[in-house]
Nanobody, 118 residues
Framework: QVRLVESGGGLVQPGGSLRLSCACP???????????IGWYRQATGKERELVAS???????NYANSVKGRFTISRHNSRKTVYLQVASLNPEDTAVYYC?????????WGQGAQVTVSS
């Protein structure tokens, strides 16, 4: 089972950037490496959406709404996945979660709040 922990959220002005981290401290490395890991987000009153994903070998996919602004990366030996978010706008305000792709019901963490506001 993959238990993921998000960190790095915060309050940022429009146009700003942040780096979110998703770690799996209790994972066995070989287990972590089996999974595609994704970053999801859920804004108030909206459904959760997958915004980016990365495979073991670094293949990435992005939602159209974040393409060119968000960058997902993976450091396998650290069992950590990062999401660099840039050129933020108020519509990016949400709780950001990481999970496997497809998602595992038991792997949701508490998420990281990102608030974009002046």
């Amino acid at each position: 089972q993959v238990r993921l922990v998000e960190s790095g959220g915060g309050l940022v002005q429009p146009g700003g950037s942040l780096r979110l981290s998703c770690a799996c401290p209790r994972c066995i490395l070989s287990t972590f490496n089996q999974y595609v890991i994704g970053w999801y987000r859920q804004a108030t009153g909206k459904e959760r959406e997958l915004v980016a994903s990365v495979s073991y070998d670094g293949k990435t996919n992005y939602a159209n709404s974040v393409k060119g602004r968000f960058t997902i990366s993976r450091h396998n030996s650290r069992k950590t996945v990062y999401l660099q978010v840039a050129s933020l706008n108020p519509e990016d305000t949400a709780v950001y979660y990481c999970n496997t792709v497809p998602e595992n019901t038991n792997s949701w963490g508490q998420g990281a709040q990102v608030t974009v506001s002046s």
